[in-house]
């Protein structure tokens, strides 16, 4: 009997169902969104600092040492330490400048980032981690080189530096035209690639968590311009924030797991990541099942959200329906348990027609007052009364009028006083006015 061949695609999803995902640690990494610095004068989570020059922070890389002048340094820290001891950091560098350039770049990775400042290893007194060293030692056209350093040793008064070295390779990295990628993988043990190959690898190195990340770069009298245009670093765990009291916290789960699991805002657990650090499938995979399990999560919030407003929908309209018959005219009964009675409607249309009747009555009286009445005088003397005013008005109105038209009507002799007044004000000003001009003091060409 033939056994059963599994499909490949198949293989590959079980596969990647049990590879946990890479999320970027925002907090110590830049050059993966779309922008270093939102404003153009910080890059948010690291301090720069420079000797004999400034730090230029352009819109996607970072100059830590300029073409001119020499005898400049410059470094770059991370303000967080790294959360996690399963991490990988990609590095794009790329340096350019004189051919007998004699700068160094280094990469730190160290629990005290002020015992080192802006200084190389070759400066550096003791420190507590891991530095790599990029430059053109012992006359090569450039190597890499890996030390380690616990605290005991003194680095600056060493005699032979080259001999703490525990991984070295050669790369020329100078005036290439392109940036090239360093790789450093703290999972299970130490590695190193260049360019997606491999440097060095030790599995007797395994650094620990809560160190900061560091750049510095020097040079001599012969410059070097060494920029960096992405530092990223992944974890199988994302670098968003917890909250101490949140229950992925107190649980120890991954945040999230645990937040994907919940409501609301599910798909906030998931963060955005740029479509170029997603190399493999698995890790395609990987994103692409946590982002559906967040949409399905949220769909089903929405679901549950419209199935508690239909819930309360109802409620008010039984409520509502509940309390029609008191507003018609229903009496409530007393008791814990008030029931509304519907009123009788043959007691309410008897009401209503007594009240009918009563005005009927009101009507039928008033009626007969006016019936039995003799208004005919009244009228007449309204009449006189009114014939007489209107007399009255007509005899005495076109004098009364006359006498007001008189009293309102303008007088002649205060016109001609105005008009002579008038005049003579014109003649005594132009008098003024040529005396004056007279008394100037003349004017010749």
Not at 161 to 167: I, K, P, T
Request: aromatic share 8%; charged share 20%.
């Amino acid at each position: 009997m033939a056994r059963p061949r599994i499909p490949y695609s198949l293989l590959w999803l079980l596969h990647a169902t049990t590879t946990s995902a890479l999320f970027a640690l925002d907090s110590v990494s830049f050059g993966h969104q779309a922008q270093l610095s939102p404003n153009g004068r910080a890059l948010p989570g690291w301090s720069l600092s420079g000797d004999n020059h400034q730090v230029q922070l352009l819109s996607d890389r970072i100059i830590l040492t300029p073409p001119y002048p020499g005898n400049a340094r410059g470094a770059a820290w991370t303000d967080e330490t790294v959360p996690s001891d399963d991490w990988t950091a990609d590095f794009l560098f790329r340096a350019s400048g004189q051919d007998m350039g004699t700068g160094n770049l280094n990469i730190w990775y160290t629990k005290d980032k002020d015992q080192i400042g802006t200084n190389s290893v070759y400066t550096v007194n003791s420190f507590d981690g891991l530095v790599l060293v990029i430059d053109q030692y012992g006359g090569t056209g450039g190597k890499i080189r890996g030390f380690l350093n616990d605290g005991t040793q003194n680095f600056k008064a060493h005699s032979s530096l080259e001999s703490l070295a525990f991984g070295h390779c050669d790369y020329s990295y100078r005036n290439l035209g392109r940036p090239s990628n360093i790789r450093i993988s703290n999972r299970n043990g130490l590695s190193v690639f260049v360019d997606d190959k491999e440097c060095f690898r030790t599995d007797r190195v395994t650094l620990p968590s809560g160190y900061h990340f560091g750049l510095t770069a020097a040079t001599a009298d012969n410059p070097d311009s060494f920029e960096v245009s992405k530092f990223t670093v992944s974890s199988n765990s994302p670098s968003q924030p917890q909250h101490l009291n949140h229950p992925a916290a107190r649980s120890g789960l991954p945040p999230t797991l645990e937040k994907l699991d919940r409501f609301p805002g599910s798909p906030e657990a998931v963060p955005d990541k740029p479509a170029d650090e997603i190399k493999s499938q698995e890790d395609q995979f990987a994103d692409l099942h946590n982002r559906l399990q967040g949409m399905t999560h949220q769909v089903a919030n929405i679901f549950g959200e419209f199935d508690i407003l239909q819930r309360k929908i109802e409620e008010k309209h039984e409520a509502l329906m509940n309390a029609l018959p008191s507003t018609a005219g229903g009496s409530a009964a007393s008791g814990s348990d008030q029931q509304v009675q519907p009123r009788d409607n043959t007691a309410a249309i008897n009401e209503i027609r007594r009240k009918m009747e009563g005005m009927e009555r009101v009507l039928q009286h008033i009626q007969r007052d006016i019936e039995g009445k003799d208004y005919k005088e009244h009228i007449n003397g309204l009449q006189m009364a009114v014939d007489g005013l209107k007399g009255g008005l007509t005899e005495h109105l076109p004098d009364t009028v006359a006498r007001l038209i008189h009293a309102s009507a303008p007088r002649m002799g205060m016109f001609v006083f105005v008009v002579l007044a008038f005049q003579v004000m014109l003649v005594g000003a132009y008098v003024v006015y040529k005396r004056r001009r007279d008394r100037m003091p003349k004017k010749y060409l």
